[in-house]
T-cell receptor, first 112, second 115 residues
Framework: QKEVEQNSGPLSVPEGAIASLNCTYS??????FFWYRQYSGKSPELIMS????GDKEDGRFTAQLNKASQYVSLLIRDSQPSDSATYLC????????????FGKGTMLLVSP | DAGVIQSPRHEVTEMGQEVTLRCKPI?????LFWYRQTMMRGLELLIY????????DSGMPEDRFSAKMPNASFSTLKIQPSEPRDSAVYFC?????????????FGQGTRLTVV
């Protein structure tokens, strides 16, 4: 059974700090990894995707993937109060028809 | 494109009543997903369609739940009869490609309350 684990938080960081969000997954066949942000009462929105080991940067966001350790993380630099949300990690196995398996999310709180 | 469109946004119904949730995927997307989100269980996949065909319905909790996709631009999720434990936010999502490495885009969700 595919499992995606995240610390539920909340993770509290001061404005301007680096927020580090972590995710582990159980299925070694997982090939695609996504980070979604979900504001309270809203739908999940994609912010990052990563498919190969290493780092991928997009603005203030950096996704890191280590397939050997089955670990994916999201770093948010210069955190802003507007980054306060729940961050969902999702993984996908590229075998036949595959779907996204989501973690339960980590709540991030950025204080001014 | 307007994105994935779901209706209604909110639904309050009495236990035992039939509930129908509707979804219009992004034009050109051939994969459609129904998810349910609760605090306890997070975001759970209920059913997945590819080219209007149900591919994986293993997440459908029981026979009270059914889903259809009569054409590429419309899908429904029906609960009959509804129960209080069905109260949740139901999301529809769509993506381009069943086997490809593509992201899913979510609708705004339907908040269902069964009393």
């Amino acid at each position: 059974q595919k499992e995606v684990e995240q610390n539920s938080g909340p993770l509290s960081v001061p404005e301007g700090a680096i927020a580090s969000l972590n995710c582990t997954y159980s299925d070694r066949g997982s090939q695609s990894f996504f980070w979604y942000r979900q504001y309270s009462g809203k739908s999940p929105e994609l912010i990052m995707s990563i498919y190969s080991n290493g780092d991928k940067e997009d603005g203030r966001f950096t996704a890191q993937l280590n397939k050997a350790s089955q670990y994916v993380s999201l770093l948010i630099r210069d955190s802003q109060p507007s980054d306060s949300a729940t961050y969902l990690c999702a993984v996908k196995v590229l075998a036949g028809y595959s779907t996204l398996t989501f973690g339960k999310g980590t709540m991030l709180l950025v204080s001014p | 494109d307007a994105g994935v469109i779901q209706s209604p946004r909110h639904e309050v119904t009495e236990m035992g009543q039939e509930v129908t949730l509707r979804c219009k995927p992004i034009s050109g997307h051939n994969s459609l997903f129904w998810y349910r989100q609760t605090m306890m269980r997070g975001l759970e996949l209920l059913i997945y369609f590819n080219n209007n065909v149900p591919i994986d319905d293993s997440g459908m909790p029981e026979d009270r739940f059914s889903a259809k996709m009569p054409n590429a631009s419309f899908s429904t999720l029906k609960i009959q009869p509804s129960e209080p434990r069905d109260s949740a936010v139901y999301f529809c999502a769509s993506s381009l490609g069943g086997r490809q490495n593509t992201e899913a885009f979510f609708g705004q969700g339907t908040r269902l309350t069964v009393v």
